[in-house]
């Protein structure tokens, strides 16, 4: 089978373009004829064999724009499934999905949010369906707001007709906010490498210092288990902020039940 993928760049930055790269891997090694089309490349991330790359400079656009597209049109008429993921240019994503048998994966709260991933001002999460006066707290200047609410009502409208997919039930409630109902809940997979010997443990928690990605439930969960307090120098509990924090962070360790110490470090690191 041909498969295409469309994304708006090859990295290493964050979880969704991990995921990607080991979509990709799983389907080129069950033998399918396998295209990646990008809009930049970031560095860092090697180039399978037996994947064909094609940069198209307008997947990497994030405002609606036909601009540098040239190819895009060919890729998708070759292809017998197309699979997107992160692309935020609605004309490129309506190309994709009105050729049918178009997969989009999402990951990314620009699809329902026009603010800072359903994130409110003080860190807490944003319950609310997007529009003008509910997005006014975080988005303040009337201009930039009401654009910006347009731009991600016209990703919601590029998604119609297409097999959409989530990696969570929160994503899928989401998108069902919104009008976009029936997204299919596939979680990804996890890799773990060789066991290795070494004394005591170590729990540790990857991802944004806000309230709503469950740190304070984390370390309550500590505390519950019946965790020694202090701890023996054979157990931690390590936070590693991957990506830019949002919120006060030293709000999130405040509620900590027990010591507890906050990094951030990259995917090497980790």
Avoid at 73 to 95: E, I
Avoid at 238 to 245: A, G, I
Wanted: aromatic share 4%; glycine share 10%.
């Amino acid at each position: 089978m041909r498969l295409l993928y469309l994304t708006d760049r090859l990295s290493d930055r964050g979880g969704a373009d991990h995921h990607l790269s080991r979509v990709i891997g799983s389907t080129v090694d069950e033998g399918h004829q396998v295209t990646v089309a990008f809009g930049r490349d970031e560095g860092g991330t090697p180039r399978r064999p037996r994947v064909r790359y094609r940069r198209i400079r307008g997947l990497s656009s994030m405002v609606e724009s036909g601009a540098r597209l040239g190819g895009l049109r060919r890729l998708l008429t070759a292809a017998d499934v197309v699979h997107v993921q992160n692309l935020m240019n609605p004309t490129a994503l309506a190309m994709a999905v009105e050729r049918g048998r178009t997969v989009v994966t999402v990951q990314d709260h620009r699809v329902f949010c026009p603010g800072s991933g359903k994130t409110l001002t003080d860190g807490s999460p944003c319950a609310a369906v997007m529009g003008d006066p509910v997005c006014r707290e975080c988005l303040p200047d009337d201009g930039y707001r009401r654009s910006t609410l347009e731009l991600t009502r016209r990703r919601l409208e590029a998604l119609a007709g297409a097999e959409v997919v989530v990696l969570s039930r929160y994503m899928a409630e989401q998108l069902e906010m919104v009008g976009v109902t029936g997204a299919r809940i596939i979680p990804p997979w996890v890799e773990t490498g060789a066991q290795r010997s070494a004394s005591g443990s170590a729990f540790v928690l990857g991802g944004r210092l806000v309230a709503h990605k469950g740190i304070a439930d984390g370390w309550r969960a500590w505390d519950t288990a019946g965790r020694p307090l202090p701890w023996r120098s054979s157990e931690r509990w390590v936070t590693v902020v991957h990506s830019t924090p949002c919120g006060r962070a030293d709000n999130h360790r405040s509620q900590a039940p027990v010591e507890s110490s906050a990094t951030r470090c990259s995917n090497q690191r980790i």
